[in-house]
């Protein structure tokens, strides 16, 4: 995309994507990047400026903020930025969730004179949880976020719900909202390495999940092996063993006497987790809520190639059950048992609906996707700063 400037020669709409990280591994800087990337392909040019903050005081991280958001407008000026474009997590953004940060940023880029569009990864942390600490953080992100709508001149979403949310809450500035699902942050997998034996892998990629989940999943394993249905569970991704997430899953699995016990990757590469991925038989997703288009282990797992099956919940996200891209169940042992013997007994079951997913994941949870609904966004916010 090109715009014209009062007898200027056309040029690319340049793009500044902003963002802070706390920690080293970081998905939504991930997710930045290569939606960069994607841009690019669509003929928008995008620089990043981001803050990988490293300071652990409240004085060090105040230091941080200030030296970034102290240079950031000239540097954006330098890059003869266009248009911002902001991702928001607003636990990057805070001091023990207090979110401190969000102030400067804005202002920063309220004085570069830049039009904002602002993904929004995490805004709010929801009510009723984690007693007083989790009151402070519901009600001071939610304060916050009355001057991120404010600022921005619209915002994206990576869900339908999020979406109805923003526009129900009266408190709010009114801004156009679109929504584009997440996408997988690993690259394909390698060519397919089966164990030697004939046991089947089950691979879960992300398991921090409570009790009642846990004891789903290996209640639902205990049936297959009822069934002579020989299968293990492999455990993908942070954080691996040793951890208080290991022991709830291991503690499970002795206690329904699981002839094998889960086995944990640990944090991998990119690579090295996109081949687990595809190193398996069938694939889980056990959110609670069903599977919702703001997950990059959905998008991932997906994007793998292997058949999924994953739980109902109340945030199921009918375009992916209507497509078939992956097993929908209701959350028992007995209907998740069901639908992987079904699948693990059946090849040419399991290669139907891991094209389906895949396919699914191509058209509607790639970055290629994403990029193409915020280009149409930015394209709108700086034809209108143009007006």
Known sequence: ?????????????RTA???ISTTAICGVRDHAALLAQALERESWECSMHWLDRRGGSLRAARAEIHSWTG?????????????????????SFSFRGLPLFVHP????????QLPLVTILHEFVYP???DGLRGAAWAASQRALLIDVMRTSDAVLTTTDFQAEWLASRRWLAKRRVAVAPVFSNLPAPGPIRRADDDIATIGLFGYAYG??????????????EDRGVRARLALLGAPGRPSATADAWLAAAS?????HAPSFSGTLAAQELADALGACDVLLFVDPLGPNSRKTTLAASLASGRPLVAIDGPRRWSELADAGAADVVAPTPSALADALAGLLGDESARAALASRGRTFATQSMSAAHAAHVIAELLGDVVGGSRR
């Open 255 to 259: 206690g329904a006497t699981l002839t």
């Open 105 to 112: 940023t804005l202002a920063a880029v309220r004085s570069a």
């Open 127 to 129: 009510w009723r949880r």
């Open 17 to 19: 994507a902003l963002g």
């Open 211 to 224: 009790q009642a989940t846990v004891s789903l999943v290996v209640d639902a394993l205990r049936l297959l």
């Open 1 to 13: 995309m090109t715009a014209a400037g009062d007898g200027r020669s056309q040029r690319s709409v």
């Open 71 to 91: 240079g950031l407008p000239a540097e954006l000026a330098s890059a003869r930025s266009d248009v911002a474009l902001l991702h928001y997590s607003v636990f």
